[in-house]
Protein backbone atom coordinates (compact mmCIF):
# COMPACT_ATOMS: atom_id res chain seq x y z
CA UNK A 1 0.00 0.00 0.00
CA UNK A 2 2.99 2.25 1.08
CA UNK A 3 4.61 1.73 -2.84
CA UNK A 4 1.31 2.18 -4.36
CA UNK A 5 0.62 5.48 -2.54
CA UNK A 6 4.25 6.77 -3.27
CA UNK A 7 3.40 5.29 -7.20
CA UNK A 8 0.40 7.46 -7.54
CA UNK A 9 2.03 10.74 -6.05
CA UNK A 10 4.62 10.50 -8.49
CA UNK A 11 2.66 9.67 -11.41
CA UNK A 12 0.50 13.48 -10.45
CA UNK A 13 3.67 15.16 -10.04
CA UNK A 14 5.22 14.09 -13.52
CA UNK A 15 1.44 14.61 -14.81
CA UNK A 16 1.52 18.57 -13.25
CA UNK A 17 4.95 19.00 -14.48
CA UNK A 18 4.40 17.79 -18.11
CA UNK A 19 0.94 20.00 -18.25
CA UNK A 20 3.14 22.94 -16.59
CA UNK A 21 5.99 22.79 -19.55
CA UNK A 22 3.59 22.00 -22.05
CA UNK A 23 1.50 25.41 -21.11
CA UNK A 24 4.89 27.30 -20.54
CA UNK A 25 6.35 26.23 -24.27
CA UNK A 26 2.81 27.58 -25.57
CA UNK A 27 2.68 30.98 -23.93
CA UNK A 28 6.38 31.11 -25.81
CA UNK A 29 5.50 30.03 -28.99
CA UNK A 30 2.50 32.13 -28.83
CA UNK A 31 4.63 35.00 -28.09
CA UNK A 32 7.33 34.24 -30.69
CA UNK A 33 4.28 34.26 -33.29
CA UNK A 34 4.99 37.25 -35.87
CA UNK A 35 1.96 39.44 -35.80
CA UNK A 36 -0.11 40.28 -39.36
CA UNK A 37 0.02 42.74 -40.96
CA UNK A 38 -2.08 45.19 -40.27
CA UNK A 39 -3.84 46.70 -43.05
CA UNK A 40 -5.58 50.41 -42.24
CA UNK A 41 -7.54 53.00 -44.14
CA UNK A 42 -5.85 56.62 -43.35
CA UNK A 43 -7.31 59.90 -45.64
CA UNK A 44 -5.23 63.15 -46.13
CA UNK A 45 -5.98 64.48 -42.95
CA UNK A 46 -3.38 66.23 -40.62
CA UNK A 47 -4.69 64.95 -37.43
CA UNK A 48 -4.64 61.25 -38.96
CA UNK A 49 -0.39 62.39 -39.67
CA UNK A 50 0.37 60.80 -36.58
CA UNK A 51 0.20 57.53 -37.73
CA UNK A 52 2.24 58.21 -41.02
CA UNK A 53 4.84 59.35 -38.21
CA UNK A 54 4.68 56.22 -36.31
CA UNK A 55 5.45 53.98 -39.34
CA UNK A 56 8.25 56.49 -40.46
CA UNK A 57 9.60 56.32 -36.80
CA UNK A 58 9.58 52.50 -36.69
CA UNK A 59 7.27 52.71 -33.44
CA UNK A 60 5.09 50.05 -34.83
CA UNK A 61 8.26 47.50 -35.48
CA UNK A 62 9.32 48.59 -32.15
CA UNK A 63 5.81 47.22 -30.98
CA UNK A 64 5.81 43.99 -32.98
CA UNK A 65 3.79 45.44 -35.34
CA UNK A 66 3.33 45.56 -39.40
CA UNK A 67 1.08 48.31 -40.73
CA UNK A 68 0.03 48.79 -44.60
CA UNK A 69 -1.62 52.14 -45.14
CA UNK A 70 -4.15 51.74 -47.27
CA UNK A 71 -5.27 55.82 -49.08
CA UNK A 72 -9.16 56.51 -49.49
CA UNK A 73 -10.16 59.57 -51.40
CA UNK A 74 -12.64 59.66 -48.37
CA UNK A 75 -13.46 58.54 -44.86
CA UNK A 76 -16.67 56.36 -45.10
CA UNK A 77 -15.04 54.74 -48.47
CA UNK A 78 -12.57 53.53 -45.63
CA UNK A 79 -15.17 53.19 -42.75
CA UNK A 80 -17.16 50.44 -44.98
CA UNK A 81 -13.94 48.59 -45.86
CA UNK A 82 -13.44 47.96 -42.49
CA UNK A 83 -17.13 46.90 -42.20
CA UNK A 84 -16.89 44.77 -45.06
CA UNK A 85 -13.38 43.18 -43.84
CA UNK A 86 -11.37 44.19 -46.66
CA UNK A 87 -9.35 46.54 -43.79
CA UNK A 88 -8.43 46.03 -39.75
CA UNK A 89 -9.10 49.45 -38.95
CA UNK A 90 -9.54 53.21 -40.29
CA UNK A 91 -8.69 56.79 -39.11
CA UNK A 92 -12.34 58.29 -39.85
CA UNK A 93 -14.05 61.10 -38.08
CA UNK A 94 -16.82 60.05 -35.81
CA UNK A 95 -18.92 61.52 -38.34
CA UNK A 96 -18.44 59.37 -41.01
CA UNK A 97 -18.18 56.54 -38.98
CA UNK A 98 -21.95 56.65 -37.79
CA UNK A 99 -22.99 57.30 -41.76
CA UNK A 100 -22.06 53.78 -41.74
CA UNK A 101 -24.19 50.90 -42.00
CA UNK A 102 -22.61 48.29 -39.45
CA UNK A 103 -24.92 45.52 -40.07
CA UNK A 104 -24.29 43.28 -37.51
CA UNK A 105 -21.22 44.48 -36.79
CA UNK A 106 -20.60 46.62 -33.65
CA UNK A 107 -17.64 48.82 -34.47
CA UNK A 108 -15.29 49.68 -31.93
CA UNK A 109 -13.13 52.99 -31.40
CA UNK A 110 -9.64 52.50 -30.21
CA UNK A 111 -7.98 55.52 -30.19
CA UNK A 112 -8.95 59.68 -30.52
CA UNK A 113 -5.79 60.87 -32.39
CA UNK A 114 -7.18 64.84 -32.43
CA UNK A 115 -10.17 67.19 -31.83
CA UNK A 116 -10.70 69.85 -34.90
CA UNK A 117 -11.30 73.31 -34.36
CA UNK A 118 -10.61 75.52 -37.28
CA UNK A 119 -9.73 73.06 -39.55
CA UNK A 120 -12.83 73.08 -42.15
CA UNK A 121 -13.83 76.00 -44.16
CA UNK A 122 -15.39 77.28 -47.25
CA UNK A 123 -13.09 78.97 -50.23
CA UNK A 124 -14.90 80.42 -52.94
CA UNK A 125 -13.29 81.69 -56.28
CA UNK A 126 -12.43 85.54 -56.68
CA UNK A 127 -15.09 88.07 -56.43
CA UNK A 128 -17.33 86.25 -54.12
CA UNK A 129 -16.51 87.73 -50.67
CA UNK A 130 -19.24 86.36 -48.56
CA UNK A 131 -21.75 83.27 -47.72
CA UNK A 132 -24.75 85.58 -49.23
CA UNK A 133 -22.71 85.63 -52.60
CA UNK A 134 -23.10 82.02 -53.10
CA UNK A 135 -26.69 81.78 -53.64
CA UNK A 136 -26.98 81.06 -57.23
CA UNK A 137 -23.65 79.02 -57.21
CA UNK A 138 -21.86 75.80 -57.49
CA UNK A 139 -20.32 74.70 -54.08
CA UNK A 140 -18.33 71.49 -54.25
CA UNK A 141 -18.93 69.47 -51.21
CA UNK A 142 -19.58 65.62 -50.36
CA UNK A 143 -23.27 64.91 -49.64
CA UNK A 144 -23.60 63.61 -46.14
CA UNK A 145 -20.54 64.04 -44.87
CA UNK A 146 -19.43 67.18 -42.49
CA UNK A 147 -18.61 69.05 -45.28
CA UNK A 148 -21.86 68.99 -46.50
CA UNK A 149 -23.27 70.20 -42.79
CA UNK A 150 -21.00 73.12 -42.61
CA UNK A 151 -22.12 73.95 -46.17
CA UNK A 152 -25.87 74.08 -44.52
CA UNK A 153 -24.82 75.66 -41.73
CA UNK A 154 -23.04 78.60 -43.53
CA UNK A 155 -26.01 79.05 -45.65
CA UNK A 156 -28.33 79.02 -42.59
CA UNK A 157 -26.34 81.08 -40.40
CA UNK A 158 -26.55 83.97 -43.40
CA UNK A 159 -30.26 83.20 -44.39
CA UNK A 160 -29.78 81.43 -47.70
CA UNK A 161 -32.26 79.11 -48.49
CA UNK A 162 -29.54 75.66 -49.33
CA UNK A 163 -32.24 75.16 -52.42
CA UNK A 164 -30.61 78.39 -53.74
CA UNK A 165 -26.89 76.78 -53.77
CA UNK A 166 -26.60 73.85 -56.36
CA UNK A 167 -24.33 71.13 -54.72
CA UNK A 168 -21.67 69.65 -56.83
CA UNK A 169 -21.26 65.81 -54.79
CA UNK A 170 -17.56 65.49 -54.80
CA UNK A 171 -14.82 64.50 -52.58
CA UNK A 172 -12.33 66.84 -51.14
CA UNK A 173 -9.55 66.28 -53.09
CA UNK A 174 -11.91 66.29 -56.37
CA UNK A 175 -12.91 70.00 -55.03
CA UNK A 176 -9.56 71.03 -55.29
CA UNK A 177 -9.50 70.05 -58.69
CA UNK A 178 -12.71 71.55 -59.37
CA UNK A 179 -11.61 75.00 -57.79
CA UNK A 180 -8.73 74.91 -59.82
CA UNK A 181 -10.74 74.76 -63.13
CA UNK A 182 -12.88 77.30 -62.03
CA UNK A 183 -15.89 74.29 -62.74
CA UNK A 184 -17.12 75.53 -59.00
CA UNK A 185 -17.75 79.25 -57.56
CA UNK A 186 -17.03 77.28 -54.09
CA UNK A 187 -15.82 74.37 -51.71
CA UNK A 188 -16.12 73.30 -48.74
CA UNK A 189 -12.25 71.63 -48.10
CA UNK A 190 -10.50 70.65 -44.64
CA UNK A 191 -6.63 71.45 -44.21
CA UNK A 192 -4.30 70.95 -45.58
CA UNK A 193 -6.23 71.38 -48.65
CA UNK A 194 -8.27 74.54 -47.36
CA UNK A 195 -5.30 76.50 -46.39
CA UNK A 196 -3.38 75.77 -49.98
CA UNK A 197 -6.21 76.22 -51.63
CA UNK A 198 -7.38 79.54 -50.01
CA UNK A 199 -4.39 81.17 -50.84
Known amino acids: MFKSRNLLKLSLILIVGFLLATFIHACNWIREQPLKQLQVGITTWPGFDIALYGQAAGLFEKRGLTVEFQRFQNQQDSARAVMRGSLDAAFVSFWDAMQVDPGNDTPAVVLVTNVSRGADGIVTQAG ?15 LGTVNHMILLEALNLHQVPPKTVEIEDVSNEIAVELMKQKKVDGAVLWQPLLGETGR
Request: net charge positive; hydrophobic share 40%.
Open 128 to 142: INSVKELRGKKVAAK
